[in-house]
């Protein structure tokens, strides 16, 4: 038996446990992180918001995939 990190709620994947959270977490903290390093490093604003938006699209996509891999199947509702 496989116990489900995530549950999908539309687009969004919704942590259901502690392991889901963790990830969450994670992911916020390594994209604050993120900003913060490439504010450091710009020189414009255009220049860090570019920077930053494709380091945010990066951690959704890697959260999106572990979750979509860890997710709770339609059949288990």
């Given at each position: ?34 900003f ?36 709770r ?5």
């Amino acid at each position: 038996m496989r116990l489900p990190w995530f549950k999908r709620n539309g687009i969004f994947f919704i942590p259901v446990s502690i392991i889901g959270w963790l990830i969450l977490l994670c992911g916020i903290a390594y994209s604050v992180y993120t900003f913060i390093q490439i504010n450091n490093e710009g020189h414009s604003v255009s220049d860090i918001l570019m920077n930053f938006v494709f380091s945010l699209l990066i951690i959704g996509a890697v959260y999106s995939l572990i979750a979509y891999l860890t997710m709770r199947g339609t059949k288990d509702k």
